[in-house]
C-alpha cells in the first residue's frame, strides 16, 4: 500500500475528528507534549499547506501561519488543507518526484509514507484529547507501523520531532504500539 494510498484513508477520517472539535476544546492538552488542540491542527495544516505544493511540483507557499483567531477559522484552514494534501499526493508524479523535507530530500513516495505515519499519529493526539475514536484499518497501520520502524532513525529522536519509544501495555493494539513507538506515552 503506497503513502498516498495511506493517506487516502488517513485524511477522511482526521477531517471527521476535526468537524467534531469543540470549540472550547481547542486550548486543551494533547499526548503530543508540544501541542494543544489548536496547536496540532494548526500543525498539520502548516504542514500539510507546505507539503502540498511540494508534491505537485510547485514552490513553497511563503504566508503560512498556525495563528487561526478562532475555532471556526482553525476548521476551516485544516480541512482546506487536507483536501489540498490529498489532491496533491495523488497527482501524477507525486510519488516519483523528489520532496525537499525537513529530513532532507526524499522520493514522493517515500515522504508519503511519512507523512501517513504523521497523521496518523496526530489524529490519534486530537481524537484522545477530545474524546473521540481512532479506528484506522489494521492494514493501514500495519502498512504504517512497518514503515515508520525502518525510517525513523534514533537521531530522528531529539525530544522535538520525535521522542524515545515509550513502553506499550502488553495488551495493547496494533495502533497503541505505533502510538508508544512514535515517543507518546500510553
Not at 495563528?67 to 516519483?96: E, K, N, W, Y
Request: proline share 8%.
Amino acid at each position: 500500500m503506497e503513502g498516498n494510498e495511506q493517506l487516502a484513508v488517513i485524511i477522511p477520517m482526521l477531517k471527521q475528528v476535526g468537524r467534531c472539535i469543540q470549540t472550547e476544546q481547542l486550548d486543551g492538552a494533547t499526548p503530543c507534549a508540544a501541542f494543544t488542540v489548536r496547536g496540532v491542527l494548526g500543525h498539520m495544516t502548516d504542514l500539510a499547506s507546505a507539503y502540498a505544493p511540494a508534491f505537485r511540483g510547485d514552490p513553497a507557499p511563503t504566508d503560512l501561519g498556525s495563528s487561526a483567531p478562532d475555532g471556526i477559522d482553525c476548521g476551516t484552514r485544516f480541512h482546506g488543507a487536507m483536501d489540498a494534501l490529498l489532491g496533491a499526493v495523488q497527482s501524477p508524479g507525486a510519488l516519483q518526484r523528489t520532496i525537499d523535507t525537513p529530513f532532507g530530500p526524499m522520493p514522493g513516495a517515500t515522504f508519503a509514507r511519512l507523512v501517513a505515519f504523521d497523521g496518523l499519529i496526530h489524529g490519534w493526539d486530537l481524537a484522545t484529547s477530545t474524546g473521540q475514536a481512532w479506528n484506522p484499518p489494521e492494514d493501514v497501520v500495519a502498512e504504517v507501523d512497518a514503515f515508520a520502524r525502518q525510517a525513523i532513525a534514533p537521531e530522528m529522536r531529539d525530544g522535538d520531532t520525535f521522542a524515545a519509544e515509550s513502553p506499550a501495555p502488553q495488551d495493547a493494539t496494533a495502533l497503541l504500539r505505533l502510538v508508544a513507538f512514535s515517543g507518546r506515552r500510553v
